[in-house]
């Protein structure tokens, strides 16, 4: 009796290497961007400058990191006792939204790379096969530093990209502009007791 070892095709081979080049290409650009912000962290600040658009470019940059959160709101509070500050906070979880592409990639492209995920990520997984977008919109929407986990499973689940986006944005909108209004209404108030 002989045994027969089935040897991975080439198409095999190829595929996985694409997705290990991917993997790590996403992996160093989110490395790239959060050293980027950590060297040059006045530079973001200044973006608030730019009114609207620098919302959104603060949303974009500071969200592109993969689970090391950058505090970007603290700029969109500013943003938010000179401009409209539900604007401020739409503009901004779009931003936010596409730049969590990042983790939605590592996901997609490097998801049979995982070997022990961990607790959470498989908690949030079992969630997120359950309810789906709904899942998405609740972590997007919620007031803790979990999109980006949410981001890697989406991809890793394959959850079509434009409803992550879609979702993911409604669900930080709610989050964003009730934190930028409240940071207005606050900083309103602190200014009037300096008065």
Not at 58 to 80: E, M
Not at 135 to 162: E, Q
């Amino acid at each position: 009796m002989s045994i027969t070892v089935n040897k991975p095709s080439s198409a095999g081979k190829k595929s996985r290497l694409r997705a290990i080049l991917l993997l790590g290409l996403t992996i160093f650009l989110a490395l790239a961007i959060t050293a980027g912000l950590f060297l040059f962290r006045d530079k973001v600040n200044s973006l608030g400058n730019y009114g609207y658009l620098g919302a959104f470019l603060v949303g974009l940059v500071t969200s592109a990191t993969v689970v090391i959160p950058v505090p970007g709101i603290v700029v969109l509070f500013a943003l938010g006792t000179t401009l409209n500050p539900i604007l401020v906070g739409l503009v901004g979880a779009a931003g936010g939204t596409l730049g969590e592409m990042t983790g939605f990639l590592v996901g997609h492209e490097g998801h049979q790379l995982m070997q022990n995920p961990g607790q959470l990520y498989l908690s949030m997984e079992k969630w997120m096969r359950r309810w789906g977008g709904w899942a998405i919109f609740i972590i997007a929407a919620a007031p803790i530093p979990l999109f980006d986990v949410a981001g890697i499973i989406s991809g890793a689940l394959k959850f079509p990209l434009w409803k992550f986006l879609l979702i993911g944005w409604a669900g930080k909108s709610i989050k964003f502009v009730i934190l930028v209004v409240a940071g207005a209404w606050g900083w309103e108030t602190l200014l009037g007791f300096l008065h």
